[in-house]
């Protein structure tokens, strides 16, 4: 089944540890985002790829990178993780002039310790 | 004002009931609307889309106002599986598809 696969569920980091986290779809959609989201709250748009073009949110802080190495894969990179960082992040795609519509991944938990 | 707004809830329902709730937006430029459901701890995962004349999908029925800016979804027969958060989601017209999501509706259909 065609899908976005999210690696690791779980992640643990410590406090200003680099982490990494992975995004794999096999949609072939060309725009990939990654969103945050807190408990109780909405998702929060951190950035989004259009095919290669990288589309960073304005309020989106520069301790969080992202890379997209070909259509199938996105990378998060967290350079310096902060207790406030601690979130579940989402991977999304879609493929525009369609329906508009996005696809989740599972989501990668991130704990800061 | 909140781009798109949203009753938090909870919604308490008495399973076998009735449930409807709106969802509010700012831009009249919005082009497309959608109903995602949210489990604790999940990701969200599309309903359905929301359509200018109005779609049912079996238990479910979403309208569109475009006059006053709003969309409601109705839950008819609830479920005790349909306790969730809803989450109204819209496209307003940016570029690279970029959804703006409302806070979220609780939902708990009770016994």
């Known amino acids: 089944d065609a899908m976005v696969i999210q690696n690791p569920r779980y992640q643990v980091t410590q406090f200003g540890k680099p982490v990494t986290l992975s995004c794999s779809q096999t949609l072939n959609h060309n725009v990939m985002y990654w969103y945050q989201q807190k408990s109780s709250q909405a998702p929060k748009l951190l950035f989004h790829?259009?095919?290669?073009?990288?589309?960073n949110e304005a309020d989106t802080p520069d301790n969080f990178q992202s890379r997209r190495p070909n259509t199938s894969f996105c990378f998060l990179d967290i350079r310096s993780p902060g207790l406030g960082d601690a979130a579940m992040y989402l991977c999304a795609t879609s493929a525009p002039g369609q329906t508009y519509e996005q696809y989740f991944g599972p989501g990668t938990r991130l704990t800061v310790t | 004002r909140k781009e798109v707004e949203q009753d938090p809830g909870p919604f308490n329902v008495p399973e076998g009931a009735t449930v409807a709730f709106n969802c509010t937006y700012s831009n009249s430029a919005s082009q497309s609307f959608f109903w995602y459901r949210q489990d604790c701890r999940k990701e969200p995962k599309l309903l359905m889309s929301v359509y200018s004349s109005g779609n049912e999908d079996g238990r479910f029925t979403a309208q569109l106002n475009r006059a006053s800016q709003y969309i409601s979804l109705l839950i008819r027969d609830s479920k005790l599986s349909d306790s969730a958060t809803y989450l109204c989601v819209v496209n307003m017209g940016a570029a690279g598809n970029k959804l703006t999501f409302g806070g979220g509706t609780r939902v708990l259909v009770k016994p």
């Open positions: 790829y259009y095919d290669k073009d990288f589309n």
